[in-house]
């Protein structure tokens, strides 16, 4: 079975500064999706950003980017320039690609409570 | 396009009570998936339906939790008797594709929180 873990339950960073969220993950399978999703008081999770395993170009959205080191099992979240409205829960997740039909689950991580300091 | 729809937002029940969970999904959405937070912890998956079928339920405590989706659309999650460590918030998501793929994000509702007593 596929683990996720996140080491750093909290994480504080200054308005306009740069995070960065670590996350790793244990899995024998070689095909497989990765996501950061985040959660702020509202509870709705909402995808921050996604990696393919077979891509080997590091996946960016804005100020979001991420650096995925597939031998080492690590996908971390770096936030620039980061917001008030950044903050919130952030997990990390995988999904595998192997096989259709009860593999679409994500399997979270326990997450990182991020804030920002003004 | 409106999100996923939740409710009770909030519930708070004595244990060995019943409680019900509603969920809407986004229209035209195939795939189901209810999820439990428990505080402290990621989303753990309950169930997952494609149309009005169970997919995966291995996760689910069968001995008391429940779970439908009639004619595909909405579905209510079931907990009866409750006890303390169901307290947790219950996530509802939909996405689009039969199955879930790297182009058909999961959309989550704002959830239910639980609390039992």
């Known amino acids: 079975a596929q683990t996720v873990t996140q080491s750093q339950p909290e994480m504080s960073v200054q308005e306009a500064e740069t995070v960065t969220l670590s996350c790793t993950y244990d899995?024998?399978?070689?095909?497989?999706?990765l996501f950061w999703y985040k959660q702020p008081p509202s509870r709705q999770m909402i995808l921050v950003i996604r990696q393919e395993a077979y891509k080997q170009q590091n996946a960016t959205e804005n100020r979001f980017s991420v650096n995925f080191q597939k031998a080492a099992k690590s996908f971390s979240l770096k936030i620039s320039d980061s917001q008030l409205g950044d903050a919130a829960m952030y997990f990390c997740?995988?999904?595998?690609?192997?096989?259709?039909?009860?593999?679409?689950?994500?399997?979270f991580g326990t997450g990182t409570r991020l804030t920002i300091i003004p | 396009e409106a999100g996923v729809a939740q409710s009770p937002r909030y519930k708070i029940i004595e244990k060995r009570q019943s409680v019900a969970f509603w969920c809407n999904p986004i229209?035209?959405?195939?795939?189901l998936y209810w999820y439990q937070q428990i505080l402290g912890q990621g989303p753990k998956l309950l169930i997952q339906?494609?149309?009005?079928?169970?997919?995966?339920d291995s996760q689910l405590p069968k001995d008391r939790f429940s779970a439908e989706r009639l004619k595909g659309v909405d579905s209510t999650l079931k907990i009866q008797p409750a006890k303390l460590e169901d307290s947790a918030v219950y996530l509802c998501?939909?996405?689009?594709?039969?199955?879930?793929?790297?182009?058909?994000?999961?959309?989550f509702g704002n959830g239910t929180r639980l609390t039992v007593t």
């Open positions: 899995t024998s399978e070689s095909d497989y999706y």
């Open positions: 998501a939909s996405t689009p594709r039969l199955f879930f793929g790297y182009n058909s994000p999961l959309h």
């Open positions: 339906f494609q149309n009005n079928g169970v997919v995966d």
């Open positions: 997740a995988y999904r595998s690609a192997e096989g259709k039909g009860g593999n679409e689950k994500l399997t």
């Open positions: 229209s035209g959405h195939a795939t």
